[in-house]
């Protein structure tokens, strides 16, 4: 279970649970929209849309790095938004979109602008330096 210990307005379990899910807790699907927009520097082409898609993005992302987690640092939340600051964290330890492992561990720190109605996840888009996480997991010169 993630904890979410601050004030968002009502959104601490939505936030909480979508966390759960990003660290691989597929339990926690329906607390994305059926329609969710998810825009991230890690997916390819930038962006993906659906709950099917975010799926199996995730379920690849977790096969990649199988002890990928999310530490949430600070959050800020509006009626419907909730900014929040992260640093993840994981090693590269299967293949992820047809890169081989390297073995290599990250930690990368981004924010997430999360656009919630319904008690669902309607949008995130995620931001973080693409180019330094790919240095630290090895598939670039650094």
């Known amino acids: 279970?993630?904890?979410?210990?601050?004030?968002?307005?009502?959104?601490?379990?939505?936030?909480?649970?979508?966390?759960?899910?990003?660290?691989?807790?597929?339990?926690?699907?329906?607390?994305?929209?059926?329609?969710?927009d998810l825009y991230d520097p890690g997916v390819p082409g930038g962006e993906l849309h659906g709950r099917d898609a975010f799926e199996s993005f995730l379920r690849e992302l977790c096969a990649g790095f199988p002890d990928f987690a999310v530490h949430?640092?600070?959050?800020?939340?509006?009626?419907?938004?909730?900014?929040?600051?992260?640093?993840?964290?994981?090693t590269h330890e299967g293949e992820f979109y047809g890169i081989p492992p390297t073995d290599h561990e990250m930690a990368v720190s981004g924010m997430s602008k999360t656009l919630i109605a319904d008690g669902r996840v309607q949008e995130d888009r995620i931001y973080y330096d693409s180019r330094e996480m790919s240095e630290q997991l090895g598939h670039t010169e650094g």
């Open 1 to 36: 279970m993630v904890e979410i210990e601050s004030d968002l307005g009502g959104h601490e379990q939505v936030i909480a649970d979508y966390v759960g899910l990003w660290q691989g807790d597929f339990s926690k699907l329906d607390v994305l929209a059926e329609s969710v």
């Open 72 to 90: 949430v640092e600070d959050v800020l939340a509006g009626d419907e938004v909730v900014m929040w600051e992260s640093t993840v964290t994981g």
